[in-house]
């Protein structure tokens, strides 16, 4: 992987999934990070434009859907978010 003295390094929703499908960290990454509350339509848009590199480029989404850090709980007796629960992968 290239270190961008100019930047911080990729988050752990992307470096770790990625470093440990390619641990010889051979493919290009773009981290992209959007807000939870993004309006629907410009989250359409960035999926458009997306949708152009999928042929032959790997696209993963990560993060805040099932793990908002802005609703963490402090405690580990806290239940889980209904959301959270009914995530699935498929």
Same mark, same amino acid.
């Given at each position: 992987m290239i270190k961008d003295e100019q930047h911080e390094g990729y988050d752990h929703g992307v470096w770790a999934p990625i470093s440990l499908?390619?641990?010889?960290?051979?493919? @290009?990454? =773009? #981290?992209?990070?959007? @807000? *939870? !509350? !993004?309006?629907? &339509? &410009?989250?359409? &848009? =960035?999926?458009? *434009?997306? #949708?152009?590199?999928?042929?032959? %480029?790997? *696209?993963? /989404?990560? /993060? %805040?859907?099932t793990h908002n850090l802005a609703k963490s709980k402090s405690s580990t007796d806290s239940p889980v978010d209904k959301y959270a629960k009914e995530f699935s992968f498929v």
């Open positions: 499908m390619y641990p010889d960290a051979d493919i @290009p990454v =773009i #981290q992209i990070s959007l @807000p *939870i !509350y !993004y309006d629907i &339509k &410009k989250l359409i &848009k =960035i999926g458009e *434009i997306l #949708q152009s590199f999928r042929d032959d %480029t790997l *696209i993963i /989404g990560s /993060g %805040t859907l």
